[in-house]
Structure formats: C-alpha cells, structure tokens
C-alpha cells in the first residue's frame, strides 16, 4: 500500500542512475483513495477542506459523467458537489502525496474539470525534491456549487462522499480522524446517484 504514516517519513535520497519523479500529486479528496498504490501521509498547510464546486447534471459533455437515479434513465437538474480546498492561515488538513509522471498528470488535468492545478509545495510537510500540485476549485466549478445551492438542487452523491471515507479509513484511525475533524462534511444533502461516464467525442468514429 505504500508508506502510509502521520509522520511523513524522511525523503530518500536517489543515486545518480536513478530517475527522480519532478512532479508529485496531494490528494485530500477521491484522489486520496485512488492514489493509494504509492503514498505518503503528509500535511497541507493554510488550506481548509469543504465542498466547494458542482458539476451541472443537467450538461451533456462528452468524456465527462453525468448523475442519473438509481435504476432509471433520468438524469435529475441537479448540481453534484464534489470537495475543494480554500485557503486558510489557520488550518491544516491531512491528505496523501504520489508521485506523478507527466502523462498521468495530463489525464488528470482532463478529469478535473472543475478544478485549476495550483503548486502547494511550499505548503506540504517536509517537502519532496520536486513540485507538489493540488487541484483547487476553478472559478467556474465554484460559480456552479453557488448557483446549485442558490436553486436548492445543490448534493452531494453519496457513492461519492462513501469513496472519499473509505480513502481514509485505509490510512489509519488517526487519519481518518483528521479528517472528519478538518472537513464540512455536512452542508449539503446526500443523494442516492448512479454515475455513468460519457464516451469522448471522438468515441465509435
């Protein structure tokens, strides 16, 4: 599982033969269960953790997802809340770091749609030789979460939010506490959804 630990280890030093990853993700939502091959435990410093943009289900985009109700056709105007981090001086979140290789770092620039990539290395424990990149809400990915919730069709799906705890609980009791104490986990509904991912453009030509 890698090195899962609430003190993030010292970093080992690579000899001159060996290739060093330049890059590294900080992953403090679905990506802290998805990441969990190679990890460390670390610290984001100045952040906190809350739900802070949406997709639009009423928006049909090609090689994106959409939410529809579990075993129908229908897929609900809703807005889908997904976590964010804002900035905070005042508080600290736990999350995992992995390194990155280029390719993987495009593909998931085109996942996150609803986010920009900003560089947090100077706000990450003990540093790695490297950029450390977090996914913060973009403008318009938090614009949807206000509309959503100025509507009152703002949710969260909770396969989503089921995902994200089972991220944690796989860290440790320690981890998983940290979490629950540094995340809003309960500003907006939770809603039964099933996720169907939609074909790219391309798809079938």
């Known amino acids: 599982m890698g090195r899962l630990s609430s003190t993030p280890p010292a970093r080992r030093h690579r000899g001159p033969g060996e290739r060093k990853p330049l890059d590294f993700i900080f992953g403090y939502g679905s990506l802290a269960r998805d990441l ?27 090689g994106y997802k959409r939410y529809r109700l579990p075993g129908d056709s229908v897929y609900p105007d809703l807005y889908v809340a997904f976590l964010d981090i804002l900035e905070d001086p005042a508080r600290t979140i736990n999350g995992v770091l992995a390194p990155i290789d280029p390719s993987s770092l495009a593909d998931l620039d085109r996942r996150e749609r609803n986010y920009d990539r900003i560089d947090v290395t100077a706000a990450i424990d003990a540093p790695p ?77």
């Open 36 to 62: 969990l091959a190679d990890v460390e435990v670390t610290r984001l410093h100045g952040y906190r953790r809350v739900f802070g943009v949406a997709a639009d289900n009423s928006e049909q985009i090609a």
């Open 129 to 205: 030789d490297g950029r450390v990149w977090a996914y913060a809400g973009s403008p318009h990915g938090r614009d949807r979460l206000r509309a959503g919730i100025a509507a009152g069709t703002a949710v969260v799906q909770r396969g989503y939010l089921d995902r994200v705890h089972e991220g944690f609980r796989r860290l440790g009791d320690a981890e998983y506490g940290h979490f629950v104490a540094t995340t809003d986990l309960d500003s907006l509904p939770l809603v039964d959804l099933e996720r169907v991912d939609l074909p790219p453009e391309d798809s079938g030509r």
